[in-house]
């Protein structure tokens, strides 16, 4: 077969054509499953109680920061969200050293920091645990925009905790960045962590 | 001996299809399908004093509507919850009872209905089935053997 300069010239464009659209394809940012917050809100620093030791926002600058609020006598919603971000952080390996959940009990009344370390490590040992009196719960929850309540005891003085399920995630400078909705699967999580730790 | 093979394999498929089609539970109309005990932490949840939440499908097949209004099992408190996400905000409420339509299946599934548990006496094994007994106005009552998993 014999190939004219012109064919060539053909050959030539939808080579560069493809390749364009290759690098574009794969080189392009995959969007956030979560809501994206722009820019960025710079939020205030809380200090609160785990299990060993006082533990403030700022401890964790240069990693990106998951907060999850609820409650330990949660059977619901709490321990799922849990589960799924366990599952997502297992999933990116060796990169969940740079990601910090933070497990934020509303539940002033009962939850304690050494059962919020028992339960937060038992969907991962990297997990902590935070409560703090009402007074710091109620500026915590206030200044991140959480809302809750603790409803009226039943007969057994068992009450539930209505609160906000969203997941709140803090870039590596404390920043608000992304939060997701209670009901986001843990390969969407996994991604958008991934993405979000490519950011200085 | 291929065809033997062969016919043996589409058995075990067939078999395995219809055990996975076949209820948890069955009676009076009732059918109750996919019913765990969820440990979202595993085994080590067992022991922390909080609360675990069973998720099934209740289907009524018979031609007139029923209502579970009750549950109980013997390792712990057990009631009727529903969960309610309203805005981002969730909340979650002790109910009476769930209405099962004449030939409906009413799901009790995470952010919704479900049976709670609650100061729970005996240890939860992954694996491990324990039973629940359901009671319905008209069904009356049906135990079932539910499934302790943590997905």
Known sequence: MRVNRRDLWVILVLTIVVAGMATYMFSRPIPFNGAVITPPKPMPNFTLQSAQRVISLNDFRGKLVVLYFGYTNCPDICPLT???????????????????????????????????????????????????TQEQIDKTTKDYGIFYLLNIADKN???????????????????????????????????????????? | MKKVVLFMFILAVLLTACASAAPDASQNGIEITGARVLLPGGDAMNGMDST????????????????????????????????????????????????????????????????????????????????????????????????????
């Open chain 1, 157 to 200: 003085g068992y009450y539930s905790v209505d609160h906000t399920a969203s997941v709140l995630v803090l870039n590596r400078k404390g920043e608000l960045t992304l939060t997701w909705p209670n009901n986001i699967r843990p390969d969407q999580i996994a991604s958008d962590l991934t993405q979000l730790l490519k950011q200085k």
């Open chain 2, 52 to 151: 675990l939440a069973a998720f099934m499908t209740i289907k009524n097949t018979s031609a007139a509507a029923d209502r579970l209004t009750g549950v109980s099992v013997d390792f712990g408190e057990a009631s009727l919850h529903e969960t309610k996400i309203e805005g981002d905000v969730m909340k979650m409420d002790a109910i009476l009872g769930v209405d099962i339509p004449a030939g409906q299946m009413v799901e009790l599934r995470s952010g919704s209905y479900h049976i709670m548990f609650m100061n729970i006496t005996k240890e939860l094994k992954v694996g491990n089935s324990v039973n629940i007994l359901l009671n319905f106005e008209k069904a009356g009552k049906v135990t079932v053997p539910v499934k302790v998993t943590d997905k």
């Open chain 1, 82 to 132: 849990l589960a799924n971000l366990r599952q997502a952080m297992d999933r990116i390996g060796d990169k969940a050293k740079d990601v910090q959940v933070l497990f934020i009990s509303v539940d002033w009344k009962r939850d304690t920091p050494e059962k919020l370390a028992s339960y937060a490590s038992v969907f991962r040992p990297d997990f902590i645990g935070l409560i703090g």
